[in-house]
T-cell receptor, first 110, second 114 residues
């Protein structure tokens, strides 16, 4: 069945460091791919998405490119801020079900 | 418009009691999902509704868990004879129609079974 694997956390970075959170997937068909974020004390919200191969999703300085050849959707940001500290979930939606990764907790130190 | 709402926000109960968790999706959203998030864990899919019917109940952990949706809107997740391992945050999400769309999450209900 479909699945999502993302790098385990926690990830701890200093402010202004480069961020990569790896995400790979297994799916039949052509799913849409998502990154959701959960800030401390808040609910999950969409960060960005891509609906087809080679699409790049972007929001708040974060980017991820839908790579069909490597079945990946890695999340990147060039310069993280303390306010980016949160849990990040990679997800795929194929059909009516969305499959979520286990989440990666990011801590950004000032 | 209003987002997804869930009630109660917190629930403390004794082992063996029944609990009901409520979800009000965004108006007009036809699909509704329930998930469970245990401490430090990812999202565990429980059940999915399209309208009032539940095509996929595969994630319900046991027959103590049930859910219904009425009027294509409000959904209730019921846990009977609660156990300590049921302690978690229960999340509800809705989407406008169906496949491959962004999910809109509620704030969750934090359940603690003593």
């Amino acid at each position: 069945g479909d699945s999502v694997t993302q790098m385990e956390g926690p990830v701890t970075l200093s402010e202004e460091a480069f961020l990569t959170i790896n995400c790979t997937y297994t799916a039949t068909g052509y799913p849409s791919l998502f990154w959701y974020v959960q800030y401390p004390g808040e609910g999950l919200q969409l960060l960005l998405k891509a609906t087809k191969a080679d699409d790049k999703g972007s929001n708040k300085g974060f980017e991820a490119t839908y790579r069909k050849e490597t079945t990946s959707f890695h999340l990147e940001k060039g310069s993280v801020q303390v306010s980016d500290s949160a849990v990040y979930f990679c997800a795929l939606a194929g059909g009516f079900k969305t499959i979520f990764g286990a989440g990666t907790r990011l801590f950004v130190k000032a | 418009g209003a987002g997804v709402s869930q009630s109660p926000s917190n629930k403390v109960t004794e082992k063996g009691k029944d609990v009901e968790l409520r979800c009000d999706p965004i108006s007009g959203h036809t699909a509704l999902y329930w998930y469970r998030q245990s401490l430090g864990q990812g999202l565990e899919f429980l059940i999915y509704f399209q309208g009032n019917s539940a095509p996929d109940k595969s994630g319900l952990p046991s027959d103590r868990f049930s859910a219904e949706r009425t009027g294509g809107s409000v959904s209730t997740l019921t846990i009977q004879r609660t156990q300590q391992e049921d302690s978690a945050v229960y999340l509800c999400a809705s989407i406008p129609s169906g496949s491959q769309e962004t999910q809109y999450f509620g704030p969750g209900t934090r359940l603690l079974v003593l």
